[in-house]
Nanobody
Framework: QVQLVESGGGLVQAGGSRRLSCAAP????????MGWFRQAPGKGREFVAA????????YYADSVKGRFTISRDNANNTMYLQMTSLKPEDTAVYYC??????????????????WGQGTQVTVSS
């Protein structure tokens, strides 16, 4: 079982930056691909970014490409999402996830079997 804990959410003005963290206390997740998803009110959970276990490959939704950067520090069991040039439409609960089966698309929730509780990011205009 992998327990994931997100932090770093909050209120930020449009054009600002925020860094989210995802930690796996007491567990190593270096062998798992990881991802970030988000869910806005009244909408489904959507893919934001993913990173392979080594950090050698990253994947982004078109809506955040060039603005968000995913990274990981396997030595400290932590993954990050650096968000810049934030827009009001980025407002959502952000979830980190770890894969379970290692199969399926990095862009799909189906690949991931472990989820954090989510952290709210609100971007004001």
């Amino acid at each position: 079982q992998v327990q994931l804990v997100e932090s770093g959410g909050g209120l930020v003005q449009a054009g600002g930056s925020r860094r989210l963290s995802c930690a796996a206390p007491g567990r190593t997740f270096s062998r798992y691909a990881m991802g970030w998803f988000r869910q806005a009110p009244g909408k489904g959970r959507e893919f934001v970014a993913a990173i392979t276990w080594s950090g050698g490959s990253t994947y982004y939704a078109d809506s955040v490409k060039g603005r968000f950067t995913i990274s990981r520090d396997n030595a400290n069991n932590t993954m990050y999402l650096q968000m810049t040039s934030l827009k009001p439409e980025d407002t959502a609960v952000y979830y980190c996830a770890a894969e379970r089966t290692g199969t399926g698309s990095y862009y799909s929730t189906g690949r991931y079997g472990y989820w954090g509780q989510g952290t709210q990011v609100t971007v004001s205009s």
